[in-house]
């Protein structure tokens, strides 16, 4: 599965630079295959390790404020792995024809 999501605290004041960065860092340290963007950091892999990865990184955010928000998006397709890259690879496959 694929999971899209966007963890930040609440009330911490303008910049969440620091919070981010711990939740990224989270993800980093997770082994599991991902992609942080402006947005959003997704994440491949199955149920169980990508809720658990999506926890630690809010519970992460969470010390940096008593309130955290979290935006999350998941393509659930059993039994297809390396889609984090090869979705993009036959949208751009598709683009050039």
Do not use: N
Not at 47 to 66: F, I, K, N, P
């Amino acid at each position: 599965m694929l999971v899209a999501f966007s963890v930040s605290p609440l009330g911490a004041g303008e910049s969440v630079t620091e919070a981010v960065a711990d939740a990224v860092r989270v993800v980093r340290e997770s082994g599991l295959p991902h992609r942080t963007d402006a947005m959003f950091t997704t994440i491949e892999g199955e149920w169980d390790e990508c809720m658990d990865v999506v926890r630690r990184a809010s519970e992460a955010v969470g010390r940096h404020a008593g309130r955290v928000s979290l935006v999350l998006k998941a393509d659930i397709r059993p039994g297809h792995t390396g889609e984090l890259t090869g979705k993009v690879e036959r949208l751009e496959e598709h683009l050039s024809a």
